[in-house]
Protein backbone atom coordinates (compact mmCIF):
# COMPACT_ATOMS: atom_id res chain seq x y z
CA UNK A 1 0.00 0.00 0.00
CA UNK A 2 1.16 3.26 -0.64
CA UNK A 3 1.71 5.93 1.77
CA UNK A 4 -0.78 8.40 1.55
CA UNK A 5 -3.04 5.61 2.66
CA UNK A 6 -1.65 6.09 5.98
CA UNK A 7 -1.83 9.80 6.04
CA UNK A 8 -5.50 9.75 5.19
CA UNK A 9 -5.97 7.23 8.18
CA UNK A 10 -3.90 9.06 10.35
CA UNK A 11 -5.69 12.78 9.46
CA UNK A 12 -2.29 14.32 8.52
CA UNK A 13 -0.23 14.93 5.17
CA UNK A 14 3.90 14.68 5.71
CA UNK A 15 5.52 17.94 4.23
CA UNK A 16 9.26 15.23 4.62
CA UNK A 17 8.01 12.18 3.01
CA UNK A 18 11.62 10.64 3.63
CA UNK A 19 10.47 11.36 7.83
CA UNK A 20 7.08 8.82 7.08
CA UNK A 21 9.28 6.25 5.36
CA UNK A 22 12.05 6.33 8.08
CA UNK A 23 9.18 5.68 10.73
CA UNK A 24 8.60 2.77 8.51
CA UNK A 25 11.41 1.26 8.19
CA UNK A 26 12.58 -1.48 10.79
CA UNK A 27 16.08 -1.90 11.38
CA UNK A 28 15.74 -5.22 9.63
CA UNK A 29 15.00 -3.60 6.39
CA UNK A 30 18.14 -0.59 6.29
CA UNK A 31 19.42 1.96 7.89
CA UNK A 32 18.47 4.76 8.65
CA UNK A 33 15.30 2.84 10.47
CA UNK A 34 12.93 4.25 12.85
CA UNK A 35 14.88 3.54 16.67
CA UNK A 36 15.33 7.21 17.08
CA UNK A 37 12.11 8.36 15.67
CA UNK A 38 10.82 6.09 18.08
CA UNK A 39 12.86 8.04 21.25
CA UNK A 40 11.21 10.86 20.31
CA UNK A 41 7.48 9.73 19.84
CA UNK A 42 7.92 7.62 23.06
CA UNK A 43 8.46 11.09 24.58
CA UNK A 44 6.23 13.18 22.69
CA UNK A 45 3.17 10.82 23.65
CA UNK A 46 3.92 10.52 27.26
CA UNK A 47 3.98 14.21 27.62
CA UNK A 48 0.61 14.94 25.15
CA UNK A 49 -1.55 11.94 27.37
CA UNK A 50 -0.15 12.97 30.61
CA UNK A 51 -1.56 16.52 29.91
CA UNK A 52 -4.54 15.49 28.86
CA UNK A 53 -5.27 13.43 31.68
CA UNK A 54 -4.03 16.79 33.79
CA UNK A 55 -6.74 18.51 31.96
CA UNK A 56 -9.46 16.08 32.38
CA UNK A 57 -9.03 14.78 35.85
CA UNK A 58 -8.16 18.08 37.85
CA UNK A 59 -9.11 16.13 41.57
CA UNK A 60 -7.23 12.96 40.68
CA UNK A 61 -3.48 12.32 42.32
CA UNK A 62 -0.57 12.06 40.56
CA UNK A 63 -0.57 8.05 41.35
CA UNK A 64 -4.19 7.27 39.59
CA UNK A 65 -3.26 9.73 36.57
CA UNK A 66 0.63 8.19 36.16
CA UNK A 67 -1.57 4.45 36.24
CA UNK A 68 -3.72 6.16 33.69
CA UNK A 69 -1.32 7.06 31.30
CA UNK A 70 0.54 3.51 31.86
CA UNK A 71 -2.33 1.90 31.00
CA UNK A 72 -2.75 4.31 27.85
CA UNK A 73 0.54 4.26 26.63
CA UNK A 74 1.63 0.04 27.19
CA UNK A 75 2.19 -1.88 24.17
CA UNK A 76 -1.34 -3.12 24.12
CA UNK A 77 -2.84 0.21 23.26
CA UNK A 78 -0.64 1.32 21.34
CA UNK A 79 -0.79 -2.00 19.48
CA UNK A 80 -4.39 -1.22 19.24
CA UNK A 81 -4.06 1.94 17.82
CA UNK A 82 -1.44 0.65 14.82
CA UNK A 83 -4.09 -1.62 13.95
CA UNK A 84 -6.94 0.21 13.61
CA UNK A 85 -4.73 2.69 11.25
CA UNK A 86 -3.59 -0.58 9.37
CA UNK A 87 -0.10 0.19 10.31
CA UNK A 88 1.54 -2.98 9.31
CA UNK A 89 0.91 -2.76 5.98
CA UNK A 90 2.75 0.17 5.06
CA UNK A 91 6.17 -1.09 7.71
CA UNK A 92 8.95 -1.98 5.42
CA UNK A 93 10.68 -4.94 7.09
CA UNK A 94 13.46 -7.36 6.27
CA UNK A 95 12.85 -10.91 4.31
CA UNK A 96 13.21 -12.64 7.84
CA UNK A 97 10.64 -10.49 9.32
CA UNK A 98 8.35 -10.63 6.81
CA UNK A 99 8.27 -14.54 7.21
CA UNK A 100 8.41 -14.69 10.78
CA UNK A 101 4.63 -12.46 10.85
CA UNK A 102 6.41 -9.59 11.92
CA UNK A 103 3.59 -7.09 10.52
CA UNK A 104 1.38 -8.34 12.80
CA UNK A 105 3.96 -8.26 15.84
CA UNK A 106 2.73 -6.01 18.82
CA UNK A 107 6.20 -4.86 19.73
CA UNK A 108 7.17 -4.07 16.09
CA UNK A 109 3.66 -2.45 15.14
CA UNK A 110 4.10 -0.40 19.40
CA UNK A 111 7.44 0.94 18.36
CA UNK A 112 6.32 1.96 14.03
CA UNK A 113 3.60 4.40 15.93
CA UNK A 114 5.50 6.30 18.62
CA UNK A 115 8.36 6.54 15.31
CA UNK A 116 5.29 8.13 13.92
CA UNK A 117 4.54 10.36 16.36
CA UNK A 118 8.43 11.27 16.67
CA UNK A 119 8.73 11.76 12.69
CA UNK A 120 5.07 14.26 12.98
CA UNK A 121 6.76 16.32 16.07
CA UNK A 122 9.94 16.84 13.67
CA UNK A 123 7.66 17.31 10.11
CA UNK A 124 5.20 19.81 12.18
CA UNK A 125 6.20 20.98 15.66
CA UNK A 126 4.86 19.81 18.87
CA UNK A 127 1.26 21.26 18.60
CA UNK A 128 0.21 19.44 15.41
CA UNK A 129 1.63 16.77 16.44
CA UNK A 130 -0.18 16.31 19.42
CA UNK A 131 -3.46 17.69 18.05
CA UNK A 132 -3.15 13.92 16.37
CA UNK A 133 -2.56 11.94 18.69
CA UNK A 134 -5.38 13.19 20.88
CA UNK A 135 -7.67 12.36 17.65
CA UNK A 136 -6.45 8.82 17.94
CA UNK A 137 -7.07 8.68 20.97
CA UNK A 138 -10.39 10.47 21.71
CA UNK A 139 -12.25 7.15 22.18
CA UNK A 140 -9.79 5.51 24.32
CA UNK A 141 -9.66 9.25 26.55
CA UNK A 142 -13.59 9.60 26.89
CA UNK A 143 -13.98 5.93 27.80
CA UNK A 144 -11.72 6.29 30.93
CA UNK A 145 -12.82 5.87 34.41
CA UNK A 146 -10.18 6.80 36.72
CA UNK A 147 -11.97 4.03 39.43
CA UNK A 148 -11.80 1.04 36.58
CA UNK A 149 -8.66 1.81 33.84
CA UNK A 150 -6.26 1.65 36.21
CA UNK A 151 -7.21 -2.31 36.14
CA UNK A 152 -6.13 -4.77 33.25
CA UNK A 153 -8.95 -5.47 30.03
CA UNK A 154 -9.38 -9.43 31.99
CA UNK A 155 -10.27 -8.11 35.41
CA UNK A 156 -12.45 -5.12 34.23
CA UNK A 157 -14.04 -7.46 32.19
CA UNK A 158 -14.42 -10.03 35.01
CA UNK A 159 -15.91 -7.20 37.31
CA UNK A 160 -18.58 -6.42 34.45
CA UNK A 161 -19.80 -10.01 33.71
CA UNK A 162 -19.55 -10.62 37.98
CA UNK A 163 -21.65 -7.43 38.83
CA UNK A 164 -24.06 -8.57 35.35
CA UNK A 165 -24.13 -11.94 36.79
CA UNK A 166 -22.98 -13.62 33.69
CA UNK A 167 -20.97 -16.55 33.77
CA UNK A 168 -17.33 -15.86 33.65
CA UNK A 169 -15.54 -15.60 29.66
CA UNK A 170 -13.48 -18.66 28.85
CA UNK A 171 -10.48 -18.12 27.34
CA UNK A 172 -8.93 -20.51 24.32
CA UNK A 173 -5.58 -20.99 22.83
CA UNK A 174 -6.25 -21.46 19.23
CA UNK A 175 -2.99 -21.39 17.51
CA UNK A 176 0.20 -20.43 17.64
CA UNK A 177 2.82 -18.88 14.53
CA UNK A 178 6.04 -18.14 13.83
CA UNK A 179 9.48 -19.46 15.42
CA UNK A 180 10.26 -19.77 18.64
CA UNK A 181 12.06 -16.67 19.48
CA UNK A 182 9.53 -14.46 17.81
CA UNK A 183 6.11 -16.99 18.03
CA UNK A 184 2.37 -15.48 17.99
CA UNK A 185 0.01 -16.98 19.87
CA UNK A 186 -4.14 -16.27 19.58
CA UNK A 187 -6.52 -16.63 21.96
CA UNK A 188 -10.17 -16.79 22.00
CA UNK A 189 -12.77 -15.17 24.54
CA UNK A 190 -15.91 -16.93 25.02
CA UNK A 191 -18.86 -15.75 26.41
CA UNK A 192 -21.35 -18.03 26.08
CA UNK A 193 -24.67 -16.08 27.51
CA UNK A 194 -24.02 -13.19 25.34
CA UNK A 195 -22.92 -14.88 22.25
CA UNK A 196 -19.73 -13.17 22.12
CA UNK A 197 -16.33 -14.61 20.71
CA UNK A 198 -13.79 -12.69 20.24
CA UNK A 199 -9.87 -13.45 18.91
CA UNK A 200 -6.40 -11.42 20.55
CA UNK A 201 -2.92 -12.11 19.40
CA UNK A 202 0.11 -11.39 21.45
CA UNK A 203 3.73 -12.24 21.73
CA UNK A 204 2.97 -14.08 25.03
CA UNK A 205 -0.61 -16.03 25.92
CA UNK A 206 -1.32 -13.04 28.49
CA UNK A 207 -1.32 -10.50 25.94
CA UNK A 208 -2.96 -12.26 23.38
CA UNK A 209 -6.04 -12.77 26.35
CA UNK A 210 -5.64 -9.03 27.23
CA UNK A 211 -6.47 -8.35 23.60
CA UNK A 212 -9.09 -10.65 23.31
CA UNK A 213 -10.85 -9.39 26.49
CA UNK A 214 -10.11 -5.92 25.23
CA UNK A 215 -12.34 -6.55 22.19
CA UNK A 216 -15.04 -8.33 24.40
CA UNK A 217 -15.45 -5.64 26.65
CA UNK A 218 -16.24 -3.48 22.90
CA UNK A 219 -18.73 -6.26 22.03
CA UNK A 220 -20.41 -6.20 25.48
CA UNK A 221 -20.73 -2.73 25.30
CA UNK A 222 -22.41 -2.42 21.86
CA UNK A 223 -24.80 -4.72 23.21
Known amino acids: MTASRLEQALGYAFRDGELLQMALTHRSYSSPHNERLEFLGD ?56 RSGGQQRPSILADALEALFGALWLDAGFDAAGETILRRYETALQRLNPGQDIKDAKTRLQEYLQGSRIALPQYLLTGTEGEAHAQQFRVACIIEPLKIRTEGRGASRRAAEQMAAERALASVEKK
Open 43 to 98: AILNAVIARSLFERFPALPEGDLSRLRANLVRQDSLHQQALALSLGDFLRLGEGEQ
